[in-house]
């Protein structure tokens, strides 16, 4: 999984600006998803979908630093049940939910203690990135250790030689502040977090038994931001690389509050001017094009090591960025630039020879990826407690109209757009629906946005108060509804559950509104043993 990564910024998904053979490699040998949607455009909460297989709604943990509630069952747990090993190298942007833990007397650094605290994961590494001194979520030790032991010192490695650039008078240049993103980082390629983490996972991979199966989540920091790469990476690209910017002056003229709001926070202003866009976009490419090489050397070692014939390997991100689209900075909003990613996956199984370099245009959410896993593994994928569906009926060639819409959630809550609007913290509610031409984003207190994918696939040309869509505007709020109807915590029974209950009746020893014996023996039923004939 990478972290914020276009899907529109990979050459398998048609882009001109910029080349990826290793990943393109990786979808030639397996199915490319061209419409996968995550559960939301931000960190925390995308990848708690990803990790529980749930929506948003579901389980709870709405924005970054929101923990992840004790008791909510995730991939990890799932996994050990059918032992099966599921580990960690790199990011979750996981929150621990401590009063919970504390409430229910769990030791934090006991064995379920630790499991709750990382999302269900065997730590190998845990390194979320964007590791300040002062974040009260760093996890970086890791990382800074490695720095130490290559000549790397200082108080806070990371920040002193991963996100600190060398001017060009040779003085030190943060990378916080994007005019810095064109200098190359202090760390040395071979000794970067993208590096780093691959050496990590394939390290991970060969401590395991072959025997005993296992699930690696090899999770990488970039593209995200600081936008700040090593040489060469970092000049391997210019402003004349850039694909065109998608953004409209139509979209500056919305009567919508809330995107106007959104327009005039911070990060959006600076993306939008260019000359930002054109010193940073060149080095996101940059962070691209390093993950790609690392994407290729984590093939080498696969197939020299034989892992490629008994391991599926999935290929993934968080979210995306809008990287000044639609006058937008950051991953904000339900922009293809944003909720869209890429999706590849390599399934070594002779089942899946009829599909390896096809694409497919079927609606993909993140949280299928768990159930998928679970049935790789020969597990039950729970339908009652994971909300995605198992994408191997796609992989094997045994299914078409795999979904009908998607679904993706936004909790603006702590948004500097939400005290623009006035709108109370409990009503700072986006949920988007995508039926794969019309994108429907429901807003709480306020009108609707449509979107025409179809006819208007750039996204600029809102058309929810245009009298000729709305029936379609209806249709899509049809699609919102059913899907707010749904049992999304009945969790602790499954539908097997269900129906036992239903053909059993009422619990044993407990009669409800039976007249008299003889209706007792139609349903196969008794009076308590004390009153039988033989007691009698």
């Known amino acids: 999984m990478a972290d914020q990564l276009r899907y529109d910024y990979l ?14 490699r990786l979808a030639s040998l397996g199915v490319q998803f061209n419409r996968a949607y995550v559960q939301s455009p931000i960190c925390g909460p995308s990848r708690m979908s990803f990790y529980t297989g749930r929506y948003v709604r579901s389980h709870g943990s709405t924005w970054n630093g929101f923990p992840l ?25 996981m929150t621990p939910d401590k009063e919970g833990m504390k409430r229910l007397g769990i030791e934090p650094e006991s064995t379920i203690g630790a499991l709750v605290s990382e999302c269900g994961f065997d730590v190998f590494v845990r390194d979320d990135g964007t590791n300040p001194t002062n974040y009260p979520n760093r996890h970086g030790e890791d990382y800074d250790q490695y720095l130490r032991e290559h000549g790397m010192d200082g108080d806070n490695p990371w920040e002193e030689w991963a996100n600190t650039a060398i001017g060009p008078d040779g003085d030190l240049r943060s990378g916080w502040l994007l005019e810095n993103a064109p200098y190359a980082a202090r760390v040395p390629k071979e000794h970067s977090e993208t590096t780093w983490l691959t050496t990590r996972g394939m390290q991970y991979i060969e401590a395991q038994d072959e025997d005993k199966p296992w699930l690696c989540h090899l999770s990488y920091i970039k593209p995200h931001w600081p936008y700040l790469v090593p040489a060469p990476y970092n000049d391997m690209y210019s402003a004349a690389d850039l694909p065109p910017v998608n953004r409209t002056d139509i979209e500056l003229q919305t009567d919508h509050p809330l995107l106007q709001a959104w327009m005039n926070m911070r990060v959006s202003k600076t993306f939008s001017r260019d000359e930002v866009r054109d010193i940073v976009a060149p080095v996101y490419m940059g962070l691209i094009k390093e993950l790609d090489d690392q994407i290729g050397r984590l ?12 391991t599926m390997i999935v290929f993934c991100s968080d979210h995306g960025d809008n990287m000044g689209d639609h006058w937008m900075g950051e991953k904000d909003l339900f922009y293809d630039s944003s909720a869209r990613v890429p999706m590849i996956i ?36 729970k339908p009652h407690i994971m909300e995605g569906q198992s994408l191997q009926p796609l ?4 299914k078409k109209d795999f979904r009908r819409y998607c679904v993706s959630e936004y909790d603006y809550s702590t948004r500097d757009a939400r005290i623009e609007v006035g709108v109370d913290q409990a009503d700072a509610r986006l949920v988007m629906v995508f039926d794969g031409r019309y994108k429907y984003i429901h807003v709480e207190t306020m009108r609707p946005m ?21 029936q379609e505007l209806d249709r899509m709020s049809q699609h919102y509804f059913e899907w707010t109807r749904k049992h999304h915590n009945r969790i602790t029974k499954s539908a097997d559950d269900v129906e036992r209950m239903t053909k059993d009746k009422e619990p044993p020893g407990i009669l409800i509104g039976f007249y008299d014996e003889q209706e007792l023996i139609k349903e196969n039923r008794t009076l308590p043993d004390h009153l039988q004939a033989d007691h009698l």
Do not use: W
């Open 11 to 24: 050459s398998c998904y048609g882009a001109k600006h910029i080349d990826t053979p290793n990943i393109d």
């Open 69 to 93: 509630r004790v008791g909510e069952p995730t991939l990890g747990d799932h996994l050990r049940e059918i032992d099966v090993k599921c580990s960690l190298v790199g990011k979750t942007h």
């Open 299 to 310: 093939l080498i070692f696969l197939e020299d090591s034989g892992r490629m014939q008994d």
């Open 346 to 381: 390599y399934d070594p199984r002779p089942m899946a020879d009829a599909t390896r370099g096809t694409t497919t245009e079927e609606l993909i959410e993140g949280i299928d990826l768990a159930p998928t896993f679970m049935e790789f593994f020969g597990g039950d994928t």
């Open 395 to 398: 992989l094997h060639n045994l």
């Open 450 to 470: 449509l979107f025409d994918l179809q006819t208007d696939p750039h996204e600029v040309h809102d058309l929810a108060l245009d009298p000729a869509y709305a």
